[in-house]
């Protein structure tokens, strides 16, 4: 018993977690990367104009066959890990393999996690947009995954990839993994179209918004330090668990040929978290 109390005392759950979330407060302090903002919100503005240019061009629906048709050209199994990675349970998952290195991503993460609900959700109700499967008739469009009817406009998915895209490139500064991110991020909006969930202008306005709700999380947790608590990283935690779990019990979003794909994230995601936080902690180790 006496020897289990001191393994606890010594893993980093106990013995190092309120210095790391020190230490990720003040270097999210003294991080300034406005340039990075910057271009965000030109990519988020030049979608947006995207999205207003299509809509005034060719409608609401257009452009959907021009991609749709190409469904084909790919399995249905491609297409439907690419779309689960724009569920929000995956996103969620995704952000346990830095959770411990980046206790502030998290913090920026559930910020725009709240923001992106009343966002994508109060427009959901207020246009009440129908998907392809219902506008369209069948035998018109490639349909993979489940037939979903209404909540259209925007799209979740590309609002969820684009956010956690945006915070990524936000943290992370590697030119070649922010060009990585950024194209991850539209071939996920690009699933959307190709799966028949959503229209083009659903995705371009619905990326938008993450990168935009994003930036303006990263500015709001300027403000604030309880994301840097115990008890607040704590529950971020929890949230991320419940999200891995989720996808460890079956949920699929729809999409059961990702499934596999999916708990093999989920799996990885949840050994990293138990070794990382409940190992004993190492003074060297490196942020």
């Known amino acids: 018993m006496q020897n289990l109390l001191s393994q606890i005392k010594t893993c980093f759950i106990v013995a190092e977690l309120p210095a ?4 990720s407060k003040e270097l999210f302090s003294e991080r300034d990367d406005s340039l990075a903002l910057k271009r965000l919100t030109q990519i988020a503005l030049a979608m947006l104009g995207g999205a207003l240019l299509l809509w005034l061009v060719a409608g609401y629906h257009g452009a959907f066959h021009l991609f749709n048709q ?5 399995p249905a199994t491609f297409w439907q890990i690419v779309t689960f990675m724009g569920d929000t349970t995956f996103v969620l998952t995704l952000a346990l393999l830095v959770a411990r290195r980046k206790p502030e ?6 910020i725009a996690a709240i923001y992106g609900t009343l966002a994508t959700h ?3 109700t207020l246009f009440g947009a129908e998907r392809p499967p219902v506008a369209l008739l069948s035998g018109e469009y490639n349909l993979v995954g489940k037939a979903l009817r ?3 406009f925007p799209s979740g998915h590309s609002f969820t990839a684009f956010a956690f895209v ?3 490139y936000y943290f992370f500064n590697h030119r070649h993994l922010r060009l990585g991110l950024l194209l991850s991020g539209g071939l996920i909006g690009l699933s959307r179209v190709m799966v028949a969930a959503h229209w083009p202008v659903d995705v371009l306005v619905g990326g938008a918004l993450g990168i935009l709700m994003t930036v303006a999380a990263i500015k709001t947790a300027r403000l604030s330090n309880i994301g840097f608590s115990r008890p607040m990283h704590l529950f971020i935690l929890f949230l991320l668990l419940v999200a891995a779990l989720m996808i460890m ?3 699929n979003g729809g999409y059961p040929q990702a499934q596999l794909f999916a708990k093999v994230i989920a799996f990885a995601a949840l050994l990293v978290f138990v ?3 409940f190992l004993p902690a190492r003074h060297s180790r490196p942020r």
């Open 150 to 152: 209404n909540g259209s």
């Open 20 to 23: 790391q979330l020190h230490r």
């Open 275 to 277: 070794c990382e936080y």
């Open 70 to 74: 190409f469904t084909p050209c790919f």
């Open 166 to 168: 945006a915070v990524a």
């Open 249 to 251: 019990s079956g949920h």
């Open 122 to 124: 109060g427009l959901k």
């Open 105 to 110: 991503l998290l913090w920026v993460l559930f």
